[in-house]
């Protein structure tokens, strides 16, 4: 059982345009989203995050989107570039009854971001 | 070298055989986790480690799974009598106290079992 869907393999876009790409999840008692991208033969990098408590987190040309009644989120690129082509994985983790009593991440599948020159 | 250390790579082994993979995490950081990724998968859960704390090992697929973490450093995932499933790129990340959502992944280790 799925808690953390990533329904878009790949994704296709031209430099300079804008890259979205979503994440839904299932899980109501998930609290804080992030969002890693990973490039071939490295491990995942964090690349922004955000909390249950804002529907919008920016930094930089990255920005994520919370959707708490949809269970929705999205991580909007602008403008892509070529070196933005990697595999983006969205993580959820559950709601802390005490802080750091929660340290699980839930993974989705990944989606694979092509920036075309 | 600042980042995670994984040890090795690469490993190519056959059914029934024993491994052990080997990480190096960040040093100053409290928390280890192993993940895995088999392919077309997200990454999935495996052990973590906590300073002198006992590990959640709740992630572990098998008792053919074991981990432990010398000294609260270097940590040692060891799979016994592989078997083709277990065939993955195991993930070792760490995190510091403060924050410790934000991992900091090595590069892994893939695993072929033939």
């Known amino acids: 059982d799925q808690q953390v869907k990533q329904n878009s393999p790949s994704l296709s876009v031209q430099e300079g345009r804008i890259s979205i790409l979503n994440c839904d999840y299932t899980?109501?008692?998930?609290?804080?989203f992030l969002w890693y991208k990973k490039y071939p033969a490295e491990g995942p990098t964090f690349l922004i995050s955000?909390?249950?408590?804002?529907d919008k987190n920016e930094d930089g040309r990255f920005t994520v989107f919370l959707n708490k009644s949809a269970k929705h989120l999205s991580l909007h690129i602008v403008p892509s570039q070529p070196g933005d082509s990697a595999v983006y994985f969205c993580a959820a983790r559950l709601l802390e009854l005490l802080r750091g009593s929660n340290y699980k991440l839930t993974f989705g599948k990944g989606t694979l971001l092509t920036v075309n020159p | 070298g600042a980042g995670v250390s994984q040890s090795p790579s690469n490993k190519v082994t056959e059914k029934g055989k024993d491994v052990e993979l080997r990480c190096d995490p960040i040093s100053g950081h409290t928390a280890l986790y192993w993940y895995r990724q088999s392919l077309g998968q997200g990454l999935e859960f495996l052990i973590y480690?906590?300073?002198?704390?006992?590990?959640?090992k709740s992630g572990l697929p098998s008792d053919r799974f074991s981990a432990e973490r010398t000294g609260g450093s270097v940590s040692t995932l060891t799979i016994q009598r592989t078997q083709q499933e277990d065939s993955a790129v195991y993930l070792c990340a760490s995190s510091p106290a403060a924050s410790r959502e934000k991992l900091f992944f090595g590069s892994g280790t893939q695993l072929s079992v033939l």
């Open positions: 480690f906590q300073g002198n704390s006992a590990p959640d």
């Open positions: 899980n109501s008692m998930f609290d804080y």
């Open positions: 955000i909390s249950s408590i804002k």
